[in-house]
C-alpha cells in the first residue's frame, strides 16, 4: 500500500518536518510505500483564480492539479502533517485542499446529497502552540475543520496526533515523545 503525507512548513528542520520523517520511517518499516508531497519546495501556488473556480463546474482543473489529483488516486492513505499558526493551518495548505479537493473528483452531488469520492484512509499530524486547557475545546476549534474537510470528502480519517504545546522552549522529554508516537502512527497506519 502507498501513503501520500503532504507536509506543510517552509523549513526543512522544523518540527513538524522532524514527525513527517518519524512517520515516514514507521510507514517504511511496515512494509509500504510513501511519498512526501512538500508543498513549499514544490513551490505550490495556493491561491485559487476565478477562472479555475469557474471550470470547477464543467469538472476542467489545471494539468497542476491534475497531478495533485493523481497523487491522491494513486495513494491508499493521505496524512496532513503541519503546524497552527492562528488557529488555521498554513495557507499553502488550505488552498492545497480548495484547489485540489474538487466537485467531481473529491466529491459529487447526487439526489440533493453530497457524496465523498476519495475512499482512502486519512490523518493529520499537527503541532499546536497551545497547551489542551480545560476550559476551552481546542480540538474542536483547531482539529474539527479539517476533520470535517477529509470526511466530507468520504474519507476514513483515523484519530489525528495533536501534539500540543510545542514551542521553542518546549519541553524536550515532551518533543521526543511526540516524535515517538510519529513513528509508531506510521507503523500502524495501515493495519
Request: charge should be negative; proline fraction near 5%.
Amino acid at each position: 500500500m502507498k501513503a501520500l503525507i503532504v507536509t506543510a512548513h517552509p523549513q526543512q528542520d522544523s518540527f513538524t518536518w522532524a514527525l513527517t520523517e518519524q512517520f515516514v520511517a514507521g510507514v517504511i518499516a511496515s512494509g509500504h510505500e510513501v511519498e512526501v508531497a512538500d508543498l513549499y519546495s514544490e513551490g505550490f501556488n495556493p491561491v485559487v483564480s476565478i477562472a479555475e473556480m469557474a471550470g470547477w463546474q464543467s469538472g476542467l482543473v489545471s494539468p497542476e492539479i491534475r497531478a495533485e489529483q493523481e497523487r491522491i488516486r494513486n495513494c491508499d492513505g493521505l496524512i496532513l502533517s503541519y503546524p497552527v499558526w492562528w488557529s488555521t493551518p498554513p495557507a499553502i495548505l488550505s488552498g492545497w485542499l480548495q484547489r485540489v479537493l474538487t466537485l467531481g473528483f473529491a466529491f459529487k452531488h447526487v439526489g440533493g446529497r453530497t457524496e465523498g469520492q476519495l475512499k482512502v484512509r486519512a490523518q493529520m499530524l499537527v503541532n499546536i502552540g497551545s497547551r489542551q486547557r480545560q476550559d476551552v475545546d481546542l480540538a474542536k476549534l483547531y482539529l474539527e475543520p479539517m476533520i470535517g474537510v477529509l470526511h466530507y470528502c468520504g474519507m476514513n480519517v483515523l484519530p489525528s496526533q495533536a501534539n500540543w504545546g510545542v514551542y521553542p522552549q518546549a519541553d524536550r522529554d515532551t518533543l521526543q515523545a511526540y516524535i515517538d508516537q510519529a513513528y509508531e502512527n506510521g507503523k500502524r497506519f495501515f493495519s
